[in-house]
C-alpha cells in the first residue's frame, strides 16, 4: 500500500529477503490516473512545442471557431480527468475491503503490512485484524500541507494495539516526527525520525539501516 518511491522499494525488497512472501496493493484508479496522465501529456508536448506545428497553430489559432474547438477539446480532456478523479476519491473507501479480501484468502498466518503516506491510513483500521502481527509506515500523512486537520487522518492512532512503527522525515511536508507528538497516540505506535521528505528521496546509509534493523525486529 504505497505510492512510488525508489528508497522504499529498496528497503522493502531487502525487508523480503527475510519473510516467506510479499504482496503489493495500489488503489486501480491510481494505476490509470498513473499511467494515462504521462502519455496525455507528453502527447500534447509533442503537439504543441514541436516546431513543424508551430505555423499551423498560430494560424489555427486565429480563427475563432477553431479555438472554440480548441477550448471544447480542452474541457472535455479535463471533465474525463474529473470523472476520473472523482471515481478514484469515492472506490478509496473500497480499499479496506479490498485488502481484507486478500488477507482472508492468503495462507500465511502472520502478516505484517508496510505502507506509505495514505497507506498508513488504511493500515490503522486493517491493524485489529487476526492475521495481522504489526505495521510499518514510511511517510505517514498526519495533516494535508494545504488543509485543516482532518480527524479521518489521526483518530485511529490512539486506538492501534499492535506494533506499528511510523519512519517520519523530518521534512515531510505531511508532518515531522516532532509535530506528530501532538496527536493522540497509541503507546503501540512508535514514531521514528528520519532525515528526509515524504517521499524519503536522499536517505542517508545511517538512516536506511536504521529503518532496515528496526523494520526487521518486527518481522523476526
Given amino acids: 500500500m504505497k505510492r512510488n518511491s525508489r528508497c522504499i522499494d529498496e528497503i522493502i525488497w531487502e525487508i523480503s529477503n527475510h519473510v516467506e512472501a510479499i504482496m503489493f496493493y495500489r488503489n486501480p484508479y491510481t494505476e490509470i490516473k498513473s499511467s494515462i496522465t504521462p502519455k496525455i501529456n507528453a502527447f500534447s508536448k509533442a503537439i504543441l512545442t514541436d516546431h513543424y506545428f508551430r505555423p499551423f497553430w498560430r494560424a489555427y489559432l486565429k480563427i475563432k471557431i477553431f479555438r472554440r474547438i480548441l477550448q471544447f477539446a480542452y474541457l472535455s480532456l479535463n471533465l ?89 522525515g523530518d521534512n515531510d511536508e505531511y508532518g515531522s516526527a516532532s509535530k506528530a507528538l501532538e496527536y493522540s497516540i497509541s503507546s503501540s505506535t512508535r514514531i521514528i525520525s528520519v532525515d528526509t521528505d515524504h517521499d524519503f528521496s536522499n536517505l542517508k546509509a545511517v538512516d536506511r539501516k536504521n529503518i532496515l534493523d528496526i523494520s526487521l525486529s518486527l518481522v523476526e
Fill in 80 to 168: 474525463k480527468m474529473s470523472i476520473l478523479l472523482i471515481s478514484y476519491v469515492l472506490t478509496r473507501s473500497n480499499d479496506y475491503k479490498n485488502v481484507r479480501k486478500i488477507l482472508k484468502e492468503q495462507e500465511y498466518g502472520r502478516v505484517i503490512l508496510i505502507s506509505h503516506s495514505a497507506g498508513g491510513i488504511l493500515s490503522t483500521k486493517l491493524e485489529s485484524f487476526e492475521k495481522i502481527v504489526g505495521c510499518i509506515c514510511f511517510g505517514y500523512p498526519f495533516k494535508h500541507p494545504q488543509k485543516e486537520h482532518e480527524p479521518y487522518r489521526t483518530k485511529q492512532l490512539s486506538k492501534v494495539e499492535k506494533p506499528f512503527y511510523i519512519f517520519q
